[in-house]
């Protein structure tokens, strides 16, 4: 009796995902155009969504509010009024970068005209009249504006910057995660250190390598959206001040989502007062608005995808997972076994995949050293990932509660699906107690901080993890959702794009 009622837990858990060829072919998709696609950044997504029901409406408008618009009307979507001002904003952008280029803040030079290439001016130019001279040396006009759209979780930032990145007709713009943007940026530095000459032994220089990414960057796209614009350390800190003032100043518009205002960024950070001059910057390049519905949009009317997250105290649970899984294999075209993924010139292994599917513990995942960069080709490879055994987290467990929080994050980013066994229901599973351990001491001291700086600073490590959690609680959430699984259906999307 009991091996009945799991098979048929199984089955039950799993109808919604043998239904999903069939509702994805009736699923209007929006598909865009080849164009979307950006130059240098591989791990960006160019032209998805964060929400599949705002892409089930079909895309014959031009103007994203129109779309917005359209996608309440076909109850896709919640009527919204603060959503709605937002996008008429962002929507005055769009319009404003069909025919925006920054290239001409790229050579500030030529716009001194021929004039500065000589040491005098002939009489021929001389007699330019002041109208032609004006024109001559005018500098370039400010660029546009971008935005930086600040709330609480599951507001809906993340969906209206995809909707509006979705309609902007400019072939060199650019959508990714914040944790992909740092990723790449930290590996472009590290390629061109590694490009310079080896020095000479006694021999000393120095070299700023942010200034030439920047530039780099700047060539490549003239929109730059962030998702989940965030400042957790020192470093970060440090590149991202010189790295987005070069962007500024070279015409890159940005459009970024966060949970936090601008003047809260990398409070009672380390070092903080080198940072807000930056602030002043952004604001100064950025509209800043406060999204905040006071809605939860993930938690609200939310069909869920049979039972995805389970604790270790049910009974029968590891055994549910174990036939989950199996259930799941049997669509593989591969045997269960190991796989060694290459990153960054290491091996990774997880002990127990199938074609699309991993079967993972916490421990495996963030119990050692892994990243961004990891964790993005783990989304890449895999459309499912088993998560077992998450224990209780508290702030004494700071490394692995950080790389949980950026494992969720990359793993929504691409829409991995995941099925949870955890000691505590998902709302109870982060407790703030604990904090400072031997390392964080040891930390202090190395940095001679003691006092209300050591204070500050801790407070800031566990303040930024508690606020980060709470994104992960909310996104979890949406995970176990029944569309959240509908757009995740990789499989479906390969027949789509072979057709």
């Known amino acids: 009796m009991a091996a009945y009622r799991l098979s048929a837990a199984v089955r039950n858990s799993l109808r919604f995902l043998q239904n999903c060829t069939a509702a994805l ?56 009024a603060q959503q709605r001002r937002v996008l008429q904003r962002l929507t005055q952008l769009q319009n404003t970068l069909k025919t925006y280029n920054n290239s001409v803040f790229l050579k500030p030079e030529d716009h001194c005209g021929k004039l500065q290439s000589g040491t005098t001016a002939t009489a021929e130019n001389q007699r330019a009249t002041p109208t032609e001279e004006e024109e001559l040396f005018s500098p370039p006009p400010l660029p546009p504006k971008g935005f930086y759209i600040y709330g ?36 472009r530095i590290h390629r ?39 400042v957790t350390d020192i470093a970060d800190a440090m590149i991202l001040k010189q790295l987005l003032e070069t962007l500024f100043r070279t015409g890159v518009v940005v459009v970024a989502t966060s949970n936090r205002p601008p003047d809260d960024l990398y409070k009672n950070g380390l070092q903080r007062d080198t940072f807000l001059p930056f602030i002043d910057v952004l604001k100064e390049y950025c509209h800043t608005i406060c999204l905040d519905p006071g ?106 509660v950080r790389r949980f929080t950026i494992l969720t994050d990359n793993f929504y980013d691409k829409k991995v699906r995941v099925v949870l066994l955890a000691e505590a229901p998902l709302e109870r599973l982060f407790v703030h107690t604990g904090g400072e351990d031997e390392r964080d001491r040891q930390l202090l001291d190395d940095l001679g901080l003691s006092g209300e700086a050591a204070e500050r600073l801790t407070l800031f490590t566990a303040e930024e993890d508690i606020f980060a959690f709470q994104r992960t609680v909310s996104r979890l959430m949406e995970m176990q959702t029944e569309s959240y699984w509908l757009e995740g259906d990789r499989s479906h999307r390969k027949k789509q794009m072979n057709t």
């Open 152 to 187: 609480d979780v599951g507001t809906g930032k993340t969906m209206l910057m995809d909707l509006f990145f979705s309609h902007v007709e400019n072939s060199r713009k650019k959508r990714v995660h914040f944790n992909s943007f740092m990723l790449d940026i930290h590996q």
């Open 295 to 400: 809605v939860d949009y993930r938690k609200v009317d939310m069909s869920a995808a049979g039972k995805l997250y389970y604790l270790t105290g049910e009974p029968g649970a590891e055994a549910f997972l174990d036939a989950l899984f199996e259930e799941l294999a049997v669509t593989q075209n591969s045997a269960t076994g190991p796989h060694v993924l290459s990153v960054l010139g290491r091996d990774v292994t997880l002990e127990k995949t199938c074609g699309s599917i991993a079967d993972c513990t916490f421990d495996e995942l963030c119990g050692r050293p892994l990243g961004a960069a990891d964790y993005l080709e783990i989304a890449r490879l895999f459309d499912t990932v088993f998560i077992r055994h998450i224990p209780m987290l508290t702030l004494s467990r700071k490394d692995q």
């Open 192 to 230: 061109r250190k590694q490009s310079l000459p080896r020095r000479r032994l006694g021999e000393m220089f120095t070299y700023d390598p942010i200034s030439p990414v920047a530039m780099e960057i700047s060539s490549e796209t003239c929109l730059l959206c962030f998702d989940e614009f965030q």
């Open 25 to 80: 072919t009736s699923h209007q998709s929006c598909l865009q155009p080849a164009s979307c696609r950006g130059k240098g950044y591989t791990t960006f997504r160019t032209c998805s969504s964060s929400s599949s029901s705002w892409s089930s409406g079909i895309c014959k408008s031009t103007e994203a509010l129109a779309h917005f618009d359209l996608l309440v009307h076909q109850g896709s979507l919640r009527s919204n």
